[in-house]
C-alpha cells in the first residue's frame, strides 16, 4: 500500500470564466528584481496555507484574487522606491470550463483561454503606483475610454463591465462598494471617463450601503414599485454570534491551522488533527462545489426569465402607394396610409420600450429573490455555525468523563497491587520497596497514556460518524429550504411578468385606441380637405374653359399656324435623316459593290481554275487513251502476224515455203476484226473519260455556285444588320432594354444605352457604389418615381448604406 499518492498534472489550474495574465516589464521581473521575487514567494505561500492555488504554479496567469494579492504588496514596492511599477503586457482573458482546454495567444480570439481586452495601449497602459486601489478602476475606464470601443453602445459596455464586476467580486469576495462604481450615460457620453472606488473617495456612503444591504427590496404589484423596508434587530446577528460563542466550552482549544483538539500531549493528538483536518477541507469542498451549482442554476432561471416580459405591439395595415396630391383621387387613402406607417412605428418602438423595462424588472426581481435566498442560507449557516463545536464539546466532556473514572479505577487497581507487593515486601530489603514503587509509578503513566490514546481515538471516530450524520441533516434541511424559497420565488415572478404583461398590453391597447381616434379625425379633415380642394379645381377649370371660349378665334390661327412650323421642322429633320441615310447608303452600296467585284473576280479564277484542270484531266486521259490503242494495235497485229507456219510431211526442209493466197486473207480478216474491237474499245473509254470530266466539272461549278451564294447571303446580312444599326431606337424601347439590363446586373449591355431616363442610378446599382446612387437620386430632385420597384428597392439599399435614411424613406414612400 503506498503512503504517498500522485498528484495528477493538470493543464490549467484556474477554474473561473474571467482571469488575468500579465507579464511585468524587464526591470520588476522576479529574476530580476530581488523585492518582487520575495514578494511573490511570500504571496504565494499564503495562499497555499489557505489552500488556495499559488501565484507562483499559475503564472503568466492569475485569478483576480490573487492578482490582487500581489498586485496589493507591489504597491507598497512602488511607494518605497516612488516609481511606478509598469507591465510589458496586461490583459483579461476568458475561459469556458467546459471546452476543452488550448491556451490561446496574445492578440488573438482563438483558444480556450483566449484574450479579452487588452490594456497595453500608451494611453491605456496598466500600471501600479503608490495611489493603486484595485484593477477594476483602470479595467472599466478602458472600457469606456477606448477608442476601439466607441462603436459599442452604452449599454453594451455596460453589461461587459456588470459580467467582469460579478466575476471580480465573486473571486475576491470583496463588496460592491470596495470596487469601482460604474458611469452613468451622460458621464460616458461626455468622454474620458474617471472612476473612483465608493469606499475610499465616499467613506461614509460605503457604511451606509453596507448598513441598508442587510433589507432586500420587496416588489409592490399594484403600484409596480420596489420598496426597502426599515431593518429591525441589526445587531442580531452579532448578538447571536456572541451568544454561540459564549456557549461553547472553553475546554475547546484551537491550533494554528484553526482545528480542534483535546488538551492532551501533542504526541497523542497529531493523528486526530490530521484526520480532522482533511474531513474540514473535505466538506468546504463540497460545499463550493454545491454552492457553485446552485448559482448556475440561478443564473440559467435569471437568463430564462428575460424572455418572459415581451410584447408584441398591434399594427395597422399599410400598403405600398404612390404620393397623391390633394383634390385628386387617392388623396384620403394615401394620407392614411402615411399616418398609419408612422402610428406603426410607434407602436414598434412603445412595445420595444416597454418589453425592455417588463424585462428589466423580471431580471430586477429575480436577482432580489437570489438575494433573499442567499440571505436565507447565510442565517441558516449563521443559526447552525457552532453546532460541530457544541457536538464536539459533549463527546469531549463525556470521552473525559469515562476516561477519568477508567484511569481513576486502573489507579485504584494498582494501588491495591502496591499494597500487597508491599506487605509482601515489608520482610524484603528496602531497596526492592524503593524498585517497587518505581515499577508503578512508571505503569501508571503507561496505562495513562494507552488508556488517553484509545478514548481519543474512539472519540475522533465517533465525532466523524457524529459529524457527518448531522452536516447531512443540515444540508437536507437547506436544500429543503432553498427548493421552498425558489418555488415561492418562481410563482411570485410568473405573476409579476403576467401583471407586467398585463399592463404593457393596456398601455398598447390604449394607444391603439387614440391613434384609431386619431386617424377618425384625421380622415375626416382629409375628406373636408379634398372636397375643398376639388372645389378649387372646379373653379379653375370654369375660369379656364371661359378663357378658352373667348380666345377661340385666336387659337385656331395660333394652331395652324404651330401645325404649319412644327410639319416645317419634321420636313427639315427628315430631309436631314433622309441625306444622312443616302449618304450610309452609298457607303454601304460602294462597299457592296467592292465585295461584288471581289466575288466575282474570285468566280473567274474558279472557272479558271476549274477549266484547266478539267482540259489537264482531258488531255491525259486522251494521251492514255491513245497509248492504250497503240498497245492494242501492235498486240492485234503481233497476233496477227506472228502465227506459226505448219510445214508438211512432204515438204522437204530445205524448200522455201510460200504463203498462199487463202492464208493472206484469213489473216486479214483477223486484223480488221482486231482493229475494229479495238477502235469500239477506244470509242467506250473516251465516251466514259468524257463523261467523268463533265460530272466533275459540274459538280464543281455547283460547289462553286453554293459558296458565292452563301458569301451573297452574309454579306446581305451584314449589310442589314449595319443599316438597322445606324437607325436610332425611341426613348422608350432603351428604357425597356435597360431595365433588362439592370434585371440582368450587366453593365456591358446598359452602357448600350446611356440615353435611358435612370442610366446612373442604373450604373451605381450594378456596380454597388453608395455614393454614386446618392448623387444620382438627389439628381432626380422630387419626382423620386423610379417605375420599378426592383430599382427602388436597391436604390433605397444603396443609399441606407450610405447614411442618407431619411432619403431612403423618401424613395420607399415614393415607390
Not at 497503240?630 to 497485229?637: F, G, Y
Not at 524448200?655 to 474491237?677: C, D, H, I, W, Y
Not at 438597322?724 to 433588362?740: F, G, V
Request: charged share 25%; glycine share 2%; proline share 3%.
Amino acid at each position: 500500500m503506498s503512503f504517498f499518492h500522485r498528484k495528477r498534472k493538470q493543464k490549467f489550474l484556474i477554474t473561473d470564466p474571467y482571469l488575468v495574465r500579465f507579464e511585468l516589464a524587464s526591470d520588476f521581473t522576479p529574476e530580476n528584481n530581488s523585492q518582487v521575487k520575495q514578494i511573490l514567494d511570500d504571496v504565494s505561500k499564503v495562499q497555499k496555507e489557505n489552500h488556495e492555488t499559488p501565484l507562483s504554479e499559475t503564472l503568466p496567469f492569475a485569478s483576480f484574487k490573487t492578482a490582487e494579492d500581489f498586485f496589493d504588496q507591489l504597491r507598497s514596492v512602488a511607494a518605497q522606491n516612488a516609481q511606478p511599477i509598469n507591465f510589458d503586457y496586461f490583459a483579461v482573458w476568458t475561459y469556458d470550463t467546459n471546452e476543452p482546454t488550448k491556451i490561446g495567444k496574445p492578440s488573438s480570439g482563438d483558444g480556450n483561454p483566449h484574450e479579452l481586452i487588452t490594456m497595453n495601449r500608451e494611453d491605456h497602459q496598466f500600471t501600479i503606483n503608490s495611489e493603486y486601489q484595485n484593477m477594476t478602476v483602470q479595467l472599466f475606464e478602458v472600457i469606456f475610454n477606448d477608442p476601439d470601443n466607441a462603436d459599442f453602445s452604452y449599454e453594451d459596455k455596460l453589461d461587459y463591465c456588470k459580467k467582469l464586476r460579478e466575476a471580480y467580486l465573486n473571486s475576491t469576495q470583496l463588496d460592491e462598494s470596495q470596487i469601482a462604481s460604474l458611469p452613468s450615460m451622460n458621464e460616458a457620453n461626455k468622454g474620458n471617463v474617471k472612476l473612483s472606488i465608493p469606499s475610499l473617495s465616499h467613506p461614509e456612503v460605503a457604511v451606509k450601503e453596507a448598513e441598508n444591504n442587510n433589507a432586500a427590496p420587496v416588489y409592490d404589484p399594484t403600484s409596480h414599485t420596489f420598496s426597502t423596508p426599515a431593518t429591525t434587530n441589526n445587531e442580531q446577528p452579532t448578538s447571536a454570534k456572541a451568544a454561540s460563542q459564549a456557549e461553547a466550552p472553553q475546554s475547546t482549544t484551537v491550533n494554528d491551522q484553526g482545528v480542534r483538539t483535546f488538551d492532551t500531549p501533542t504526541n497523542v493528538t497529531n493523528e486526530a488533527r490530521e484526520t480532522t483536518q482533511s474531513a474540514e477541507h473535505q466538506l468546504k469542498r463540497e460545499r463550493r462545489t454545491m454552492r457553485k451549482s446552485v448559482e448556475d442554476e440561478a443564473q440559467e432561471q435569471t437568463d430564462l426569465a428575460r424572455t418572459k416580459g415581451h410584447i408584441d405591439a398591434p399594427q395597422f395595415a399599410v400598403s405600398v402607394l404612390d404620393p397623391v396630391e390633394p383634390g385628386h383621387k387617392g388623396y384620403v387613402e394615401y394620407q392614411l396610409n402615411q399616418r398609419m406607417k408612422t402610428y406603426n412605428t410607434i407602436l414598434k418602438k412603445m412595445g420595444k420600450q416597454i418589453s425592455s423595462k417588463n424585462e428589466k424588472a423580471i431580471i430586477n426581481v429575480r436577482q432580489t429573490f437570489s438575494k433573499q435566498v442567499d440571505q436565507a442560507i447565510q442565517e441558516f449557516d449563521k443559526k447552525h455555525e457552532h453546532d460541530d463545536d457544541k457536538l464536539f464539546a459533549n463527546i469531549q466532556n463525556d470521552m473525559k468523563d469515562k476516561a477519568n473514572d477508567k484511569i481513576k479505577e486502573a489507579n485504584e487497581a494498582v494501588d491495591l497491587k502496591t499494597q500487597k507487593l508491599k506487605d509482601q515486601a515489608k520482610q524484603s530489603y528496602d531497596s526492592q520497596i524503593n524498585e517497587i514503587n518505581h515499577q508503578a509509578e512508571k505503569e501508571k503513566i503507561d496505562n495513562e497514556n494507552n488508556i488517553m490514546q484509545s478514548f481519543t481515538n474512539k472519540a475522533q471516530d465517533i465525532f466523524s460518524d457524529q459529524l457527518a450524520e448531522h452536516d447531512q441533516k443540515l444540508q437536507k434541511s437547506k436544500d429543503e429550504l432553498v427548493h421552498k424559497l425558489n418555488l415561492k420565488y418562481e410563482l411570485e415572478s410568473r405573476e409579476q411578468a403576467a401583471q407586467l404583461r398585463a399592463d404593457g398590453d393596456k398601455i398598447l391597447q390604449e394607444a391603439f385606441r387614440k391613434m384609431n381616434d386619431n386617424l377618425d379625425n384625421l380622415k375626416s379633415q382629409t375628406i373636408r380637405e379634398n372636397n375643398s380642394a376639388k372645389e378649387v379645381n372646379i373653379s379653375q377649370q370654369r375660369v379656364e374653359n371661359e378663357k378658352q371660349r373667348l380666345e377661340a378665334p385666336f387659337k385656331d390661327l395660333q394652331q395652324a399656324q404651330s401645325k404649319i412650323q412644327a410639319m416645317q421642322d419634321r420636313l427639315s429633320t427628315a430631309t436631314a435623316e433622309r441625306d444622312q441615310y443616302k449618304k450610309q447608303l452609298t457607303d454601304q452600296e460602294a462597299l457592296l459593290h467592292e465585295s461584288s467585284h471581289k466575288m466575282e473576280a474570285m468566280q473567274e479564277r474558279i472557272n479558271t481554275l476549274t477549266t484547266k484542270q478539267a482540259n489537264d484531266k482531258v488531255s491525259k486521259s486522251n494521251n492514255d487513251s491513245v497509248e492504250l490503242l497503240n498497245k492494242l494495235v501492235t498486240l492485234q497485229v503481233a497476233q496477227a502476224m506472228g502465227k506459226p507456219k505448219t510445214i508438211t510431211a512432204e515438204q522437204q526442209p530445205d524448200q522455201p515455203v510460200e504463203a498462199t493466197p487463202a492464208n493472206n486473207n484469213s489473216n486479214m480478216n483477223l486484223m480488221m476484226k482486231g482493229f475494229k474491237r479495238l477502235t469500239f474499245i477506244l470509242i467506250v473509254v473516251i465516251v466514259a473519260l468524257l463523261a467523268l470530266g463533265g460530272w466533275g466539272f459540274v459538280h464543281q461549278q455547283r460547289a462553286y455556285s453554293q459558296q458565292l451564294t452563301n458569301n451573297t447571303k452574309l454579306m446581305n446580312a451584314k449589310l442589314a444588320k449595319a443599316r438597322q444599326a445606324n437607325q436610332p431606337i425611341s426613348q422608350k424601347e432603351a428604357d425597356q432594354k435597360a431595365l433588362i439590363a439592370l434585371h440582368e446586373n450587366s453593365l456591358s449591355k446598359l452602357n448600350k444605352y446611356s440615353n435611358e431616363q435612370y442610366y446612373n442610378l442604373d450604373k451605381a446599382i450594378v456596380e454597388n457604389n453608395a455614393s454614386a446612387a446618392q448623387s444620382a437620386v438627389q439628381g432626380m430632385g422630387n419626382n423620386l418615381h423610379m417605375n420599378d420597384h426592383y430599382r427602388a428597392a436597391q436604390a433605397q439599399n444603396l443609399l441606407t448604406k450610405a447614411g442618407n435614411n431619411s432619403l431612403a424613406k423618401k424613395v420607399g414612400d415614393a415607390n
